[in-house]
């Protein structure tokens, strides 16, 4: 059974930075896609970005694009989002998520597992 924790949430002013991690108990973490996505208050959950298993091919949301980077230490079953230049808006619970699917992209259902969130509050 997969296990993902994320941590780095907390609160933070407009324009500061935040990094988020997320660990995984998976033995062949080296192998999967893994994404960020994100929950607002009365919103849909959102895709914020994914990484492919080598860590060569990220993918980012446009409303984060060059403020975020995804980055993953394979030899400690790790990713990270390095968040810079925080907006109100980017207030939300981050999600990561593991996919067996080499190809997965922004789609949700095609992460098999998923965290249980932590909370990034951007105040103005």
């Known amino acids: 059974q997969v296990q993902l924790v994320e941590s780095g949430g907390g609160l933070v002013q407009a324009g500061g930075s935040l990094r988020l991690s997320c660990a995984a108990s998976?033995?062949?973490?080296?192998?999967?896609?893994m994404a960020w996505f994100r929950q607002a208050p009365q919103k849909e959950r959102e895709f914020v970005g994914r990484?492919?298993?080598?860590?060569?091919?990220?993918n980012y949301a446009d409303s984060v694009k060059g403020r975020f980077t995804l980055s993953r230490d394979n030899a400690k079953n790790i990713m990270y989002l390095q968040m810079n230049g925080l907006k109100p808006e980017d207030t939300a619970v981050y999600y990561c998520?593991?996919?067996?699917?080499?190809?997965?992209?922004?789609?949700?259902?095609?992460?098999?597992?998923w965290g249980q969130g932590t909370q990034v509050t951007v105040s103005s």
């Open positions: 998520a593991l996919s067996w699917y080499s190809m997965a992209d922004n789609t949700s259902s095609l992460y098999n597992y």
């Open positions: 998976a033995s062949r973490f080296s192998t999967y896609t």
């Open positions: 990484i492919t298993w080598s860590g060569s091919s990220t």
